[in-house]
């Protein structure tokens, strides 16, 4: 049958109004074998290849972008954890720092605006490797513009490190102090249950299970999913569902489209389509935006929570039906400082700290890109980063953290990161009792009862 | 067999106000970058005009690229706009 007016017309407005794009396609690269007891070897090895591939990537974009007349908006690398390509190296800060600096100028030759890949798996325990490199995060991503950090500090299998949780929160203010206005912190993730082939930055590494190269797309459409609810102001949740999956399918097979084209242009593997919705600070493009549309007053009040897990709920449901390869962390992202209907809740008073954490029990990201006053302390930090990854673990799901304490700022404040980081109000947090003897008891917080599933 | 090969559909897309001689400028693009305008309709749908073409640039001397460039300057100059995207887009999202 072929294409009609009708549908021709409705692709085509996506894109012209909705903000549909490509959001990101992401080379994963594997750098196992470049690992070495010389740093100028592996920085050598590693260097060529993240150059060669990443020019590559940049082209077959491009010529992908002019066929089907869709931006590709982003194009990234993840690399292998960098932990492990440190294991045979002096375990000294230093080490790392120059290797998260030779990642950035890589990234910079090939034009590649972010590299992920700069952490480590330490969900049961940490190497000497591992702790090396969690010492060098500071200095490591607070000297490099391009470079971005993950942890994994828990899975539901091996429960939550609370060691490395507490280290962590002395991490993330030391880097939040060593960049301005605490913006080397927008780099750096945590995580329960991360996934190992997820496109988005600042998360994004290529997992240990992966083949050599792997090419891994997110999609986006905030603003086309807003769209359709809005046009059906109407309707009962079960039909709003439907005409949400049917909108999602569309866009899903749009990305896995371009996303098996580029993997057979590059002639690597093709891995998943992450059908996440991201929100951009662009007017129109946001999440919080789609939850009103649907009847929420405000996001943040009585009745989000359920309407996002409609929302996700729907939005899974289109993608699986769209792509046999949907991966990642194919959740929906709410991160305060880069979605314009999230930054207005804030700032109206109507979502807090303790409603978002409760929004991201039903949505995959967690706690991303909020502001907190730069002199929360660290044991503060860390409670925050335990409770979130503690819904991660105990509901088998990704549940991370990227918090950004901003030196000298206080609650209600704005704080302007620039662009595609947006600008974040600047959340409360409860210090007055805290639960600093909690989190200093350190040790593994064992994995819960549902890990047993043999 | 060979022209089969060569074949590459791209539907041209315009929206904008209807107006005299739209048809005409794009046949005469086409025409001189020879590639062949396979299908045209239009209609007016939501409170745009809008045109579709089907174009086979298989035997096309320019590239969808170059092909581009050429429709932005009509849409500027006729104040409408112009698309051009491979049709393979177009079946992923709205065929089964």
Not at chain 1, 294 to 305: A, E, H
Not at chain 1, 376 to 384: D, G, K, L, Q
């Amino acid at each position: 049958m072929p294409i009609s007016p009708e549908e021709v017309f409705e692709t085509v407005k996506m894109t012209l109004h909705d903000h549909f794009d490509i959001r990101t396609v992401t080379l994963g690269i594997n750098l196992k074998d470049c690992v070495d007891r010389d740093l100028d070897w592996l920085v050598r090895q590693a260097q060529a290849r993240i150059v060669e591939k990443g020019q590559l990537l940049n082209h077959c974009a491009d010529v992908l972008e002019q066929k089907y007349g869709i931006p590709i908006t982003n194009r990234r690398i993840a690399v292998t954890p960098v932990s492990l390509l440190l294991e045979p190296l002096p375990r000294k800060p230093i080490t790392a720092v120059k290797f998260a600096k030779a990642l950035d100028a890589a990234a910079k030759k090939a034009d590649i605006d972010f590299l992920g890949g700069f952490g480590a798996m330490v969900q049961k325990g940490m190497t000497a490797a591992d702790e090396n490199l969690i010492d060098s995060i500071p200095e490591a991503l607070s000297e490099t513009q391009r470079v971005c950090g993950f942890l994994n500090l828990a899975t539901t299998a091996a429960g939550i490190n609370m060691n490395a949780v507490v280290k962590v929160g002395h991490i993330i203010q030391d880097l939040a102090h060593k960049s301005e206005n605490g913006i080397g912190c927008a780099k750096l993730a945590v995580f329960a249950n991360v996934p190992e082939d997820n496109p988005f930055m600042a998360g994004a590494h290529h997992g240990i299970g992966e083949p050599d190269y792997s090419l891994n797309i997110g999609i986006s459409g905030p603003g086309v999913v807003r769209n359709v609810v809005a046009q059906n102001p109407d309707c009962d949740l079960t039909q709003l569902s439907e005409v949400i999956k049917r909108t999602v399918f569309k866009i899903t097979r749009a990305g896995e489209l371009i996303g098996r084209e580029l993997a057979g242009l590059m002639k690597i593997d093709f891995g998943i389509v992450d059908i996440s919705l991201a929100p951009t600070t662009s007017t129109g493009d946001s999440v919080a935006e789609i939850i009103e549309a649907m009847g929420v007053g405000r996001i943040g009040v009585p009745g989000s929570t359920a309407a996002l897990a409609l929302l996700i709920d729907a939005v899974k449901k289109g993608g699986a039906m769209a792509s046999g390869n949907v991966g990642g962390l194919s959740g929906t992202f709410i991160p305060i400082s880069e979605d314009a209907g999230m930054i207005r809740a804030v700032r109206s008073g109507t979502l807090s700290l303790d409603k978002l954490e409760a929004l991201t029990s039903v949505c995959s990201v967690g706690l991303d890109m909020f502001a907190v006053p730069g002199d929360t302390p660290p044991e503060v930090i860390s409670a925050i980063i335990a409770d979130e990854l503690s819904i991660g673990v105990m509901n088998n799901k990704t549940t991370g953290v990227r918090i950004i304490p901003v030196p000298g700022a206080k609650p209600g404040g704005i704080v302007h990161f620039g662009g595609l980081l947006g600008s974040a109000p600047v959340m409360k947090v409860s210090t007055k009792f805290t639960s600093s003897k909690f989190i200093q008891r350190r040790g593994r917080f064992p994995s819960p009862i549902l890990a047993l599933r043999n | 067999m060979s022209d089969e090969k060569a074949s590459q559909i791209c539907i041209v897309t315009v929206t904008g106000r209807d107006r005299v001689g739209i048809v005409a400028r794009l046949a005469t693009v086409m025409a001189k970058a020879n590639i062949n305008i396979v299908d045209i309709n239009q209609k007016i749908m939501e409170e745009y005009f809008v045109m579709t073409m089907a174009v086979d640039i298989g035997r096309s001397e320019a590239d969808i690229g170059q092909i581009r460039k050429r429709l932005d300057q009509v849409g500027r100059q006729m104040a409408l706009k112009i698309t051009i995207q491979d049709e393979n887009i177009f079946k992923a999202m709205h065929r089964v």
